[in-house]
Structure formats: C-alpha cells, structure tokens
Nanobody
Framework: QVQLAESGGDSVQAGGSLRLSCVVS????????MGWFRQAPGKEREGVAT????????DYADSVKGRFTISQDNAKNAVYLQMNNLKPEDTALYSC???????????????????WGQGTQVTVFS
C-alpha cells in the first residue's frame, strides 16, 4: 500500500519561496507518476506539476510554469515542489498524489491519481 506524507506548507509573503516535500512509502517499482495538486476554498482541485519517477520527465500547469519546480530524490523516497515568486492566488491546500503508469506519456497534471496524501497548507499574503 502506497502512503504519502506532505510537509513544508507555511504562510509566506508574496514574492517569497517555499519547498514542499512528499515522502512516499510502499513503492515496489518506479513506474509511477507523482503529482502535486492544490485546492483553494470554493475552487476545483488543480493539478500543478507531475514527475515520472522512472525517467524524471516533468510537466506543469500553465499557471505555475517558470515559478514552480518538481523534483525527486530516490534515496529519500521523496518528491519536492519548489515554489518561487509566490502570489496570493497560490494560496491553497497542496496535496501529493501517486499513480502507477507504464510510461511517462501517461504522466501529466490532468490525469487520474489513486493514492493521495493529507495535504499541507500554503498561504501567501500580500
């Protein structure tokens, strides 16, 4: 059973940076798509970024391109989301998700994910 645990959420001033962490346990292979999602109150959940663990291919939502970077550390079984130049509209509950897929072609922010963490809150104030 795959388990995901996020951390790193905080309150930060606009223009600041945060790094979110997602520690993954229970993986038996690295043919997995890992994703970061966010949901603000009253809004639909949005896929922010994905990474395919086997080859490191990444993909981003247009709203965060150039500001957010997703990465992996296989030794620590972790996936990170580096967020720079944060804006108030980035305020949301950020969650990590995982889904087994055959190739990186099936790893993108708008796909289905079956395993989810509890989330970590990010608040950006102006």
């Amino acid at each position: 059973q795959v388990q995901l645990a996020e951390s790193g959420g905080d309150s930060v001033q606009a223009g600041g940076s945060l790094r979110l962490s997602c520690v993954v346990s229970g993986l038996t292979h690295n043919r997995r798509c890992m994703g970061w999602f966010r949901q603000a109150p009253g809004k639909e959940r949005e896929g922010v970024a994905t990474i395919y663990l086997s080859d490191g291919r990444v993909d981003y939502a247009d709203s965060v391109k150039g500001r957010f970077t997703i990465s992996q550390d296989n030794a620590k079984n972790a996936v990170y989301l580096q967020m720079n130049n944060l804006k108030p509209e980035d305020t949301a509950l950020y969650s990590c998700a995982s889904e087994p897929v055959l190739t990186s072609n099936y790893c993108y922010p708008r796909r289905y994910f079956g395993d989810w963490g509890q989330g970590t809150q990010v608040t950006v104030f102006s």
